[in-house]
Structures are given as C-alpha cells and as structure tokens.
C-alpha cells in the first residue's frame, strides 16, 4: 500500500453528470490498482444535509483533497447572487490552494455550451 492515499473532488454540474460521478466513483473505488492509491473520492451529493452552509462545505472540501477532477460540459450550472455556480468557485478554489486540477471538457459541440461554461472552459 502506497504510503499516500490520494482524495479527490469531483466537480461537475451535478444533474448534466450525476450517472458519470457515481459511476466514476465507483471505478476509482472499487479498481483493485485504483484503489491503493485512492483514499476517498468527494461527490456532493452524497453528503446527508446540515447545519452549514452549502457552499462553505463545498469550499472545505476542495480544500481537503489532493486531486481537484473537473468535469465541463455544456450546462454551467445554478448561479449565486454574485453570478457564479459551484462548479466555477471550487475550480477557484482549487486553484488558489494550488490543488492539481484534472479537468477533462465533455462534448465536441462548443456553440452549445453556455456561455459562462465556455468561459470556463477557456480558463482552465
């Protein structure tokens, strides 16, 4: 067993790609090779609810993993008052702790991203 087992986040619009987290989780997880290197793997809405707040939980846990897996497809997601959905502020957020960002762009057809996600898209 490595001495180091690694946690990652998976970020993505959570409706666009709920199947592909849940099953991407369970390959890391369940892989016998995979699963020596990873500890755990953070989805969401996995979480059972709380007294905190949403986005404070999210921005923890980006905070906590090693891995930051980013998952951009066409949808950019629920914006907060200031204009930005989560996956956007735990892309930030990853960023700014220095975090290794994984970030794979899902669809060919950019034109149909929204235009936020395409910024984002360019962003990373």
């Known amino acids: 067993m490595p001495a180091t087992r690694l946690r990652i986040f998976v970020s993505s619009v959570q409706k ?15 892989d016998a090779v ?5 500890s755990e793997v ?8 709380g007294d905190r707040r949403a986005d404070q939980v999210y921005l923890d846990e980006v905070k906590r993993c090693d891995i930051y897996l980013g ?19 735990e892309y930030d957020h990853a960023t700014r702790n220095r975090k290794t ?21 360019r962003k990373a």
Request: no cysteine; proline share 4%.
């Open 16 to 30: 666009e790609f709920l199947q592909i987290r849940l099953d991407l989780k369970a390959f890391l997880l369940g």
């Open 34 to 38: 995979l699963r020596r290197f990873v």
């Open 42 to 49: 953070f989805l969401f809405e996995e979480l059972p609810a």
């Open 71 to 89: 998952i951009f497809g066409y949808e950019y997601g629920i914006e907060d008052q200031h204009g930005v959905s989560p996956t956007e502020r």
């Open 101 to 121: 960002r994984l970030v794979y762009v899902w669809g060919t057809e950019d034109k149909k991203r929204a235009p936020k996600m395409q910024k984002l898209v």
